[in-house]
């Protein structure tokens, strides 16, 4: 199995908030409904950054902050 990457664009939410839960911190922040949500092992961060109308640049740098990268 290939070690996983945060700026994995197939990376579901579920398996990025499993691999680093420090992340989790990010997405409540942003009063997102990821965490728990059913959809989280299909939705991407891409996906959630089109769901939530935020610049995926930035939210992909809050989350390698957080996850200490």
């Known amino acids: 199995m290939k070690q996983q ?3 994995d664009p197939d990376l579901s939410l579920d ?3 499993s691999l680093w839960p420090q992340t989790i911190a990010v997405f409540l922040n942003h009063k ?4 728990g949500c ?3 092992s299909f939705h ?3 996906d959630a950054c089109v769901a939530y109308d935020l ?5 992909r740098a809050e989350l390698h902050a957080a996850a200490g990268r």
């Not at 997102?32 to 965490?35: A, K, R, S, T, W």
Request: glycine content about 0%; some cysteine.
């Open 38 to 40: 059913f959809v989280s």
């Open 32 to 35: 997102m409904l990821c965490i």
């Open 15 to 17: 398996m990025l908030m």
């Open 55 to 59: 610049d995926e640049a930035a939210f």
């Open 44 to 46: 991407t961060v891409i």
């Open 5 to 7: 990457s945060l700026d």
